[in-house]
């Protein structure tokens, strides 16, 4: 698979602060996806990016698909201590054998109040 | 609202034994894949199916047989477990063309599988 380049791997920080992660690749994909994971869960979608430049909120949240496509960062303003979890890149291409995604190695947050 | 169920959640196998992990969704999506998540790897795609009677390969297939003979259910089966493959897996699904219609890929909570 596409090798996705997240960073950073951790990030230590207090509550009200603003986070920023991104991923990279020496791939272009046509879709880039952030996900969060909690303990013992599955991941679940927050931002989805279909189109070079785009810039999507979700709440605090605040995700860019990359102009040159081989890029995304998501950004979390104010943080609280719920957002504490795994944060994942995904990033997408379109195959003639369907879709598969290609995730990062996560990016792990942690909040103290 | 039950979404993605996943069984069993915890699993120890000897080498070389075999077993089933089980994947169903009461959503009736088309597109089903199993992943697995090691330590620092992220999560990586084992196989897909886009619908009933249909399944390809992902990333890492290779130990891995998977059939979808019904909408509802795409079934994991390792025939000679092995303890690499000691992983977490997860079971996803989606309505078709979830990549570009902003339809999430719904993930089930995971089954956590221990080869000794």
């Known amino acids: 698979g596409q090798q996705l380049n997240q960073s950073p791997q951790s990030m230590f920080i207090q509550e009200g602060e603003d986070v920023s992660m991104n991923c990279t690749s020496s791939?272009?994909?046509?879709?880039w996806l952030w996900y969060k994971q909690d303990p013992g869960e599955g991941p679940v979608l927050l931002i989805a990016l279909y189109k070079a430049g785009e810039l999507t909120s979700n709440g605090r949240l605040t995700a860019q698909f990359g102009i040159t496509r081989k890029d995304s960062f998501l950004n979390i303003s104010a943080s609280i201590p719920s957002d504490v979890g795994i944060y994942f890149c995904a990033g997408l291409k379109n195959s003639n054998s369907g879709y598969a995604l290609n995730f990062g190695k996560g990016t792990s947050l942690l909040v103290t109040p | 609202n039950a979404g993605v169920t996943q069984t069993p959640k915890f699993q120890v196998l000897k080498t070389g034994q075999s077993m089933t992990l089980q994947c169903a969704q009461d959503?009736?999506?088309?597109?089903m894949s199993w992943y697995r998540q090691d330590p620092g790897m992220g999560l990586r795609l084992i196989h897909y199916?886009?619908?009933?009677?249909?399944?390809d390969q992902g990333e890492v297939p290779n130990g891995y047989n998977v059939s979808r003979s019904t909408t509802e259910d795409f079934p994991l089966r390792l025939l000679s477990a092995a303890p690499s493959q000691t992983s977490v897996y997860f079971c996803?699904?989606?309505?078709?063309?979830?990549?570009?219609?902003?339809?999430?890929?719904?993930f089930g909570n995971g089954t956590r599988l221990t080869v000794t």
């Open positions: 996803a699904s989606s309505r078709p063309g979830w990549a570009v219609n902003n339809s999430p890929l719904h």
């Open positions: 959503m009736n999506h088309e597109y």
């Open positions: 791939s272009i994909f046509n879709t």
């Open positions: 199916s886009v619908g009933a009677g249909i399944t």
